[in-house]
């Protein structure tokens, strides 16, 4: 599933239009349609449509046909009817007219009343009053209008972006339609993925409005939902001949005295997610304890250097950080992995903290590496605000990503997982997992998906999918969701996704 920008749309539209000769009255007309076959016409008869003077009020008027055509009672408003409207738009104004529909002009906050009362006698409301191309702030008397639907309606449907949102990065251009569904046309758009937007968007469902992939993939900026279909796709299939061997080796620098949780979760959620072999490296008195808690994996410590290095040279893939401390034993650990070791590199937590002044370490060396921040941790290494990156969360990643020639997995809603020129955001998860220990049980699934053979971008990829999928299915029957429930069901679950 794409993800793309008013830019990638415009360039879409003025494509089809020009090159290929599709008239732009089809495509609204197309969005007309998709939008109709989304409505709950069985229980919603009475609608009001709200268009503004451009395409995006052209696909409300297009719509507001087909629901007379149907037998639906409709009211229809057009704000700034006395301006200039969109070639489209005005085209489908005439349609109306001569259809003998009549449309109740906008044009001040004195007409509203008469919106209002329209609004409180309907079942749905449909939002047309601008598509992706807003970028100014709303003037008084469209802050107004939206506030006149948002406060009368029963229910509501934004045609492409609600109406009020830059649709590139979510931000509200001081007011913004709160929808129940948003039916957006050809991919998802950047915005909707910024922190706080699904008040406004509801449930969003995107439609094709007859363009084909060939097209769309000319003008993407490479970003992609993750979806079930593609998580079947990279799970490794496990050959009938296969052993242990073959599933890749799994070393995890993790624990430390206080926190043997991070340790236990991170092993033992790479053995569960199929690695062949797993072996944890902690501190001397951690590895006393696990020893006789982990009856699937093998233990070291890190005093023992010899061992330690034995360990890294044969691994397929090296998990470090979950529970280790922001100290220097942690940055010495980790800078001997760096230098020592010749397969991919996951770094966690404290991994991650240590190199908040030494992040050169990640430049000076040719090792795949992911990183998994959350958003503090990223704003520890990047030195922008939380509140700046939570507003611009694909922009910072790839940034770093790029920079520091790693991939970038930014946790948090919709996470986003990057290497700078590709990028998936995960659509699972939810606040029910909200606990500690989720991210080292992530950090687990990642490395043991990256031993048995996936590339760090995809194995990223589907294990946030993976460990977000689980959370969902969980918290249906479950209040809080902990690492510990995660962990156990890892293996039944990937099997469940892999036989769908």
């Known amino acids: 599933m794409r993800i793309g920008s008013s830019e990638n749309i415009r360039k879409i539209d003025q494509y089809c239009i020009d090159k290929?000769?599709?008239p732009s009255i089809v495509l609204m007309e197309n969005a007309a349609l998709k939008v109709l076959s989304n409505l709950d016409l069985k229980i919603h008869k009475n609608y009001v449509i709200v268009c503004g003077n451009g395409n995006n009020g052209g696909d409300g008027l297009a719509l507001a046909r087909h629901l007379k055509a149907l037998g639906k009672s409709i009211d229809v408003f057009l704000i700034d009817l006395?301006?200039?409207?969109s070639d489209?738009?005005?085209?489908n104004y005439s349609i109306l007219k001569n259809l003998g529909v009549k449309v109740y002009g906008l044009n001040n906050i004195e007409d509203c009343s008469q919106l209002r009362e329209s609004l409180l006698n309907s079942d749905a409301t449909i939002d047309a009053i601008f598509g992706t191309g807003l970028s100014r702030n709303l003037s008084e008397f469209y802050i107004d209008v939206i506030s006149v639907i948002?406060?009368?309606?029963?229910?509501?449907?934004?045609i492409d972006t609600p109406s009020g949102m830059e649709c590139n990065t979510g931000k509200v251009l001081g007011n913004c339609i709160e929808a129940d569904k948003t039916i957006t046309f050809q991919f998802l758009k950047k915005g909707f993925l910024t922190w706080g937007t699904s008040k406004y968007t509801g449930h969003i469902i995107i439609e094709n409005i007859g363009i084909t992939d060939e097209i769309v993939d000319q003008y993407n900026d490479n970003i992609f939902m993750i979806t079930e279909e593609m998580v079947k796709k990279y799970i490794p299939n496990r050959n009938k001949y296969g052993y242990k061997g073959d599933y890749g080796k799994v070393l995890v620098l993790a624990g430390s005295s206080g926190f043997s949780g991070a340790a236990y979760i991170t092993v033992n959620s790479a053995v569960r997610s199929g690695a062949g072999l797993a072996t944890l490296c902690t501190s001397p008195d951690l590895q006393k304890i696990l020893s006789t808690k982990l009856t699937e994996a093998m233990t070291s410590s890190y005093e023992d250097e010899e061992a330690l290095s034995r360990l890294i040279d044969k691994s397929n893939c090296i998990a470090i950080g979950p529970g280790m401390g922001d100290t220097g034993l942690t940055l010495e650990?980790?800078?001997?992995?760096?230098?020592?070791?010749?397969?991919?590199?996951v770094i966690d937590a404290d991994g991650i903290n240590v190199l908040k002044d030494k992040k050169e370490l990640l430049i000076n060396n040719n090792l795949p590496i992911v990183i998994t921040p959350h958003i503090g941790e990223m704003a520890t290494l990047t030195g922008y605000s939380r509140e700046y990156i939570k507003e611009n969360r694909l922009e910072v990643s790839r940034e770093f990503a790029i920079k520091y020639k790693i991939v970038v997995l930014l946790k948090g809603y919709n996470t986003i997982i990057t290497d700078g020129n590709k990028t998936y955001v995960n659509p699972t998860g939810n606040s029910s997992m909200a606990s500690g220990g989720m991210g080292d049980c992530?950090?687990?699934?990642?490395?043991?998906?990256?031993a048995q053979g996936l590339s760090i971008l995809e194995a990223a990829a589907i294990s946030a999918y993976i460990?977000?999928?689980?959370?969902d299915s969980l918290s249906e029957s479950m209040y809080c969701v902990n690492a510990s429930h995660i962990?156990?069901?890892?293996?039944?679950?990937?099997k469940e996704i892999q036989l769908k």
Do not use: Q
């Open 487 to 494: 962990m156990d069901n890892i293996s039944s679950i990937i």
């Open 82 to 85: 006395n301006g200039k409207l």
């Open 467 to 471: 460990h977000g999928y689980i959370g």
């Open 442 to 450: 992530l950090t687990g699934i990642i490395a043991s998906f990256i």
């Open 333 to 345: 650990l980790l800078k001997k992995v760096l230098n020592r070791s010749t397969c991919p590199l």
């Open 150 to 158: 948002n406060e009368n309606s029963n229910y509501i449907v934004s």
């Open 20 to 22: 290929i000769g599709i």
């Open 88 to 91: 489209d738009c005005s085209m």
